[in-house]
């Protein structure tokens, strides 16, 4: 631990509209279905060894030289999911994702993301998620109902 380290920890909500019952769009925001619709995202799991989305699953993701451990904390589809992150020698953070069905038929996705430093550079890094997290949720938003979209036709088309 650095001497006089005082560890940044922030908060952050958003509420992302979703073309797509809870139902569906759950699957998006498990560890296999995340590759759909988030561009490089590649876990690698341990537990289960099939990525089966479940409470107690951990797999590992790989970004900018650093690597992430992920726990699956809540598993209630289609309504929760919530996992932990912890990226060595950077930071901890807890991401909640509550679905609830949406008056136009579509989702209401309220994510909410807990970040807690690690170190001085995990402060830094703290930092930075919070400057860009509406930016992010504006990206998930749309990344999203691409790839529900995508999804609906490639099974409307295997159904024909």
């Known amino acids: 631990m650095t001497i006089g380290f005082v560890p940044m920890h922030q908060t952050r909500s958003a509420t992302i509209r979703l073309d ?66 912890v990226t060595p020698g950077l930071h901890a953070v807890v991401v909640d994702v509550r679905l609830r069905p949406g008056n136009d038929g579509g989702t209401l996705a309220d994510v909410s993301y807990a970040f807690t430093a690690l170190t ?20 998930w938003e749309s990344s999203i109902n691409r790839a529900l979209v995508a999804n609906h036709e490639k099974k409307s088309l295997t159904q024909s």
């Open 20 to 85: 797509a019952p809870p139902e569906r769009a759950f699957g998006m925001f498990t560890p296999l279905g995340e590759r759909a619709w988030a561009e490089g995202w590649d876990p690698h799991f341990l537990h289960p060894a099939d990525g089966e989305a479940c409470e107690g699953s951990v797999f590992v993701t790989r970004a900018a030289g650093r690597e992430t451990i992920w726990t699956t904390i809540a598993h209630h589809p289609p309504a929760r999911a919530v996992y932990s992150r």
């Open 120 to 139: 001085p550079a995990g402060n830094d890094a703290v930092a930075e998620m919070m400057d860009g997290f509406a930016g992010w949720m504006e990206t």
